[in-house]
């Protein structure tokens, strides 16, 4: 008898699940971006217990034919690409049709969908369809997720409290409210509802969600808007007076891809230290586009990482991106800006290692915030 045998279906979509699903937030990155490919208006991400108990999704996209909807669930299934060569063209999140498959094997997959007036259903129990059912909702897609990896206890050891789930599922979401502002997001978490950020006219970061979104005042963010050498950087940084020595937030696209990029965290620094002390760190956000020839394309779904072709290029103009902003938004030359500083002579006394002083000057600025005492910072002419 022989000793090596084909895997079953369910059992390729398991393995393979790991690769596609690491975190519930991985489940809402895939499914929003489901959303967001079926041409959704309006999308309501909706969570329970950080995604552990339940991950749910509507929009009011195109929906799924009937005949289609038990496909929707196979690996390597996708409406978006059909040969190779449409491969150069993709204009959509997904094409993979990878993301369903894996999702619906590690859980409790319950699609209800609406094209054409008519509505069905089905559910998988890790990977084992249910007969196809009619139901009832108006035009789009609502993909519940429960009992997200039970059946692979191994990865359930992974995760981290619902709380910390529920952070990574906040920065999902964010990133795609922020690069789609003509979208109208919702985001329920635990029955309360989070978020509700009405469709803008702009597309990219329009400042009334990000003000929104980071809990801040339109004015408090400064407009970033640049180009040099046919790189164009936009975002917000977030004013000089309400810095400290944490950043707040600090989040960066490269051609609407989310990123972490040291390399560009840096160059932010580098573009504040004209303007403000040494230990300010920068919040805010940078959107940088450049030719697709400059960015070497990552098909991996999951990195955060791109290889940029010529990254000494894209923090300089980063930086002057910064710079100029500064220089424009703050006050015209001679005149002079007023905030509360976070430095007095009390740090000599300080530790000089950094854990600890962070904390011990953040406790300073606290005790400084009543105080009258006033630090006037001039700007360069
Ligand atoms: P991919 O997005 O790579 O095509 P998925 O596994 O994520 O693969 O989805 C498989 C297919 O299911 C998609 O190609 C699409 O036709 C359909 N689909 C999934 N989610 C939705 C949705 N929210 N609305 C409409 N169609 C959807
Ligand atoms: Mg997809």
Redesign the pocket.
């Known amino acids: 008898m022989s000793e090596i045998k084909r895997l079953n279906q369910q059992t390729i979509n398991q393995i393979a699940a790991g690769e596609v699903v690491e975190r519930p937030a991985s489940v809402v990155k895939?499914?929003m971006?489901?959303?967001i490919?079926?041409g959704?208006t309006q999308i309501d991400v909706i969570i329970t217990d950080g995604g552990l108990t339940k991950i749910e999704?509507k929009?009011n996209?195109?929906?799924?034919l009937t005949e289609?909807l038990s496909t929707?669930?196979e690996r390597y299934?996708?409406?978006?690409?059909t040969t190779s060569e449409d491969l150069e063209s993709i204009n959509?999140?997904?094409?993979?049709?990878?993301?369903?498959?894996?999702i619906s094997a590690i859980s409790k997959t319950t699609?209800l969908?609406t094209r054409n007036g008519s509505t069905n259903s089905i559910t998988s129990n890790n990977g084992n369809l249910s007969k196809i059912t009619p139901g009832s909702r108006s035009q789009?897609?609502t993909?519940v997720i429960e009992n997200l990896f039970e059946s692979v206890p191994a990865r359930q050891k992974f995760m981290k409290s619902a709380d910390t789930e529920y952070k990574y599922i906040l920065k999902t979401f964010t990133q795609f409210a922020l690069l789609n502002g003509k979208i109208h997001f919702t985001l329920t978490n635990n029955g309360k509802e989070v978020y509700n950020l009405p469709s803008s006219e702009i597309e990219l970061l329009p400042k009334e969600r990000v003000a929104k979104i980071y809990s801040l005042n339109p004015s408090e963010l400064l407009p970033i808007q640049h180009e040099e050498y046919g790189i164009k950087v936009q975002g917000y940084l977030v004013h000089p007076k309400l810095l400290t020595s944490n950043s707040k937030f600090l989040v960066s696209f490269i051609n609407n891809r989310p990123v972490e990029d040291k390399g560009i965290f840096k160059a932010m620094q580098q573009g504040i230290s004209d303007f403000v002390p040494d230990f300010f760190k920068p919040t805010g956000i940078v959107s940088v586009s450049l030719s697709s020839e400059q960015v070497d394309v990552n098909v991996h779904p999951r990195k955060t990482e791109v290889k940029l072709i010529n990254p000494f290029r894209v923090y300089a103009a980063v930086t002057h991106a910064v710079k100029a902003s500064l220089q424009t938004n703050l006050a015209q030359p001679g005149q002079q800006i007023a905030y509360k500083p976070q430095m007095t002579s009390t740090f000599s006394s300080f530790s000089t290692k950094p854990s600890q002083w962070d904390k011990k000057q953040d406790n300073a600025y606290d005790r400084l915030r009543g105080s009258q005492q006033q630090l006037f910072f001039k700007v360069n002419p």
């Open positions: 895939e499914l971006e489901n959303a490919d079926a959704a999704i929009d996209g195109k929906g799924i289609d929707a669930l299934a996708t409406s978006k690409l959509t999140y997904g094409f993979r049709g990878e993301a369903l498959a894996a699609i969908t789009g897609t993909i």
